[in-house]
């Protein structure tokens, strides 16, 4: 089956850098769109970080200017480089592939199962 395995989460100062990766598993023939998602605790989902199979990019006003979104298309891995954090951001990170073509099938949306990231001094 299609499943997308999240790396890189951890512990970090204020002001320092992750980078998380996320890979997707199995016979893969195309991704539509790739994001990163995060929730804190006691608040909903968000969405932080989009990027299209062409590359056309998007982020939530929150982290412009200190995440950087990207993806490798032959190895159907999407990545997020997560600079100047903060302890806001602190959050389960999740990463999601929307209209996927496999060859177990087609599949509108798949979730990875979150990598915790935490930010505190």
């Known amino acids: 089956q299609v499943q997308l395995v999240e790396s890189g989460g951890g512990l970090v100062q204020p002001g320092g850098s992750l980078r998380l990766s996320c890979a997707a598993s199995?016979?893969?023939?195309?991704?539509?769109?790739m994001g990163w998602y995060r929730q804190a605790p006691g608040k909903e989902r968000e969405l932080v970080a989009s990027?299209?199979?062409?590359?056309?990019?998007n982020y939530a006003d929150s982290v412009k200017g200190r995440f950087t979104i990207s993806r490798d298309n032959a190895k159907n891995t999407v990545f997020l480089q997560m600079n100047s954090l903060k302890p806001e951001d602190t959050a389960v990170y999740y990463c999601?592939?929307?209209?996927?073509?496999?060859?177990?099938?087609?599949?509108?949306?798949?979730w990875g199962q979150g990598t915790l990231v935490t930010v505190s001094s």
């Open positions: 999601n592939a929307a209209r996927v073509r496999a060859g177990v099938g087609w599949f509108y949306e798949v």
């Open positions: 199995g016979t893969i023939f195309s991704i539509n769109d």
């Open positions: 990027i299209t199979s062409g590359g056309s990019t």
